[in-house]
């Protein structure tokens, strides 16, 4: 059996609240035709820095692979979820997201004061939280969650591309570049594409 050492969802059984906590939420995923939205939440600890943290997104693969295990050492806690690609279809990727970013936040194992929310929509969540556009290239503690959801979803593709090599997840990632596009045509959509995305509805008509 292969490895799943990063597609366990992490959850807290507990959650205790110190004054002052801050968490940064950012999603992974949501413009791809495959797979699941990610969302990771991160609450960093102010006296054990980590440097280097920008939006994942500007950041090498092995330097977000360092950062990702630095970040899991360092922060206070940090939580992954993800909507499930049935869930994406049920909901629309929009409210897909909102669900998998209050499950990252209730997973976290000590509650925030505030949650800071790359972006400019909010989770109904029940604790003060703030949209901030760009938040993943301003803020370190969005930056961090940016680096845990991208490199989570780009183990699940490197995952799935294994059960599915014909697609080419390990390289696109999902996204509906020319090859995936070809091989969507003739090998039909997998068990994991996004069915309500037009590009993958097209190829199913």
């Known amino acids: 059996m292969r490895s799943r050492k990063y597609l366990k969802v992490e959850q807290a059984p507990l959650c205790w609240y110190i004054p002052g906590l801050m968490a940064g939420v950012d999603e992974a995923g949501r413009g791809p035709l ?3 939205v990610v969302v990771a939440a991160v609450i960093l600890d102010e006296l054990n ?4 943290l920008a939006d994942s997104k500007k950041l090498t693969a092995l330097r977000r692979e360092k950062l990702y295990d630095e970040i899991r050492a360092k922060a206070l806690c940090c939580s992954i979820a993800q909507a499930s690609v049935e869930e994406i279809d049920a909901l629309n990727i929009l409210q897909a997201t909102m669900l998998a970013m209050k499950r990252a936040v209730e997973g976290l194992r000590l509650k925030p004061n505030k949650v800071l929310v790359d ?21 370190p503690c969005i ?40 091989a969507l045509r003739e090998h039909g959509a997998c068990p994991q594409h996004r069915r309500s995305f037009a590009p993958v509805a097209e190829v199913l008509r």
């Not at 604790?127 to 993943?136: F, P, Q």
Request: hydrophobic residues 40%; proline residues 6%.
């Open 119 to 139: 972006g400019n929509r909010l989770p109904l969540l029940g604790i003060l939280a703030e949209a901030i556009v760009k938040g993943d290239d301003l803020v």
């Open 143 to 182: 930056s961090a969650a940016s680096i845990l959801a991208k490199v989570y979803r780009d183990h699940w593709c490197a995952e799935f591309h294994l059960e599915y090599p014909q697609y080419g997840f390990a390289t696109h990632k999902g996204y509906g570049t020319v090859k995936h596009l070809a």
């Open 34 to 36: 495959a797979g699941p």
């Open 49 to 52: 820095p980590i440097k280097g």
